[in-house]
C-alpha cells in the first residue's frame, strides 16, 4: 500500500463522516461549517486524482462564496429551536428504500463492467497536461464555448429574478392563510 | 494510481445518498439546501473521475456548467426562503401550504 492509496483512503473516510454530519447534525449552521470541511476534503481528494483547477474552483466558489451565503442566511433569519423543527418524526423505511435501490444499481454496473476495477492511468499518459487551467480552457472555451455562454446567461437571469424576489414584499403574516380560505 | 473509478464512484455512491436521506428526513428548508448541495458535490466528483479514467476535460466543462446552476439555485431559493420567512414566520416547509390544492 503506497502513499496515495493511504491518503485516498483517509480522504474517502473524511468525506464520508463530514457528509453524515452534514446530513444528520440538527442545527443548520453546524451543517453549514461542517459542509466546509466536506468541501475542503473533496479539493484534496481532486488534487490527489490530478485537477489542480477544478481543486481551487472547488475552495473559491464553493466554500468561499456558497457557504458564506448559507451561514448569511441562517444567522439573518436567527430561528428559535422551535421554528427549526427539531422534533420531528424520521421516515426510515424511505432512507432504507433510496439506499438499498441505488446500492443495487451500483452493485449491478460493478458486476457488469469489469473495466471500473481497473486501476486510473497515470497522469503522464494523458499528455501529462491534464487538469491544468491551459488544457481546461482550451477544451472549456473552444469545444463547449455554447455551454459557456449557457452559463453566463443563467448567471445574468439569476441575478435579476433575485432581485426581482427581493423587492416583492408579501402583504402580512395572514396573507398566506386567507389566501388559503379563498382557494377553498 | 493504484486505486480504480469504483473507489472514487463508492464514495459519490455514499455521499449521494447521505446527501438524499438528509434531504428527505430534514424539516426545514435550509437543511434541505445543504443536502442538496451535498448531492451536487457527490455527482461533481464523479464527473471529474470520469474525465481522469478517459483523459479529457470534457468532465471539466460539465463540472462548471453543474457549479453554475448550483450558485444560481441556492441564490434563488435562498431568496424564496427569506420571503416565506417573512411571510409565516417560518422556514418550516410543513407550514409553507399555500399552494395545497
Known amino acids: ?184 | 494510481m493504484s486505486f480504480s473509478i469504483a473507489h472514487i464512484l463508492f464514495i459519490c455512491f455514499g455521499l449521494f445518498v447521505l446527501g438524499a436521506s438528509g434531504f428527505l428526513i430534514r424539516k426545514n428548508a435550509i437543511s434541505m439546501l445543504i443536502c442538496l448541495e451535498l448531492m451536487l458535490n457527490a455527482v461533481n466528483i464523479s464527473l471529474v473521475a470520469f474525465g481522469r479514467m478517459h483523459g479529457n476535460e470534457s468532465g471539466h466543462a460539465l463540472y462548471f456548467l453543474v457549479i453554475t446552476v448550483a450558485a444560481c439555485e441556492t441564490a434563488i431559493a435562498l431568496a424564496i426562503i427569506l420571503n416565506l420567512f417573512r411571510l409565516r414566520r417560518s422556514i418550516r416547509l410543513d407550514d409553507a401550504t399555500v399552494l395545497k390544492g
Open chain 1, 1 to 184: 500500500m503506497n502513499l496515495q492509496e493511504v491518503v485516498f483512503y483517509i480522504l474517502g473516510a473524511l468525506l464520508l463522516i463530514t457528509g453524515g454530519l452534514v446530513a444528520f447534525r440538527p442545527k443548520p449552521i453546524e451543517s453549514a461549517l461542517w459542509l466546509i470541511v466536506n468541501f475542503i476534503c473533496t479539493s484534496a481528494l481532486y488534487v490527489l486524482l490530478g485537477a489542480h483547477f477544478v481543486a481551487v474552483i472547488q475552495i473559491l466558489v464553493y466554500a468561499g462564496a456558497i457557504v458564506v451565503l448559507f451561514t448569511f442566511v441562517i444567522m439573518l433569519l436567527n430561528l428559535n429551536p422551535q421554528e427549526l423543527g427539531l422534533t420531528a418524526a424520521v421516515p426510515w423505511t424511505s432512507i432504507v428504500l433510496i439506499s438499498g435501490t441505488i446500492g443495487v444499481i451500483f452493485l449491478c454496473l460493478h458486476v457488469a463492467t469489469p473495466e471500473l476495477l481497473k486501476d486510473l492511468p497515470a497522469l503522464a499518459e494523458n499528455a501529462g497536461t491534464w487538469g491544468t487551467l491551459e488544457s481546461f480552457s482550451k477544451v472549456f472555451l473552444v469545444k463547449y464555448v455554447w455551454s459557456f455562454e449557457i452559463a453566463g446567461v443563467l448567471l445574468l437571469m439569476a441575478v435579476l429574478v433575485v432581485g426581482l424576489l427581493a423587492h416583492h414584499h408579501p402583504k402580512a403574516v395572514t396573507a398566506g392563510k386567507s389566501l388559503e380560505k379563498d382557494i377553498s
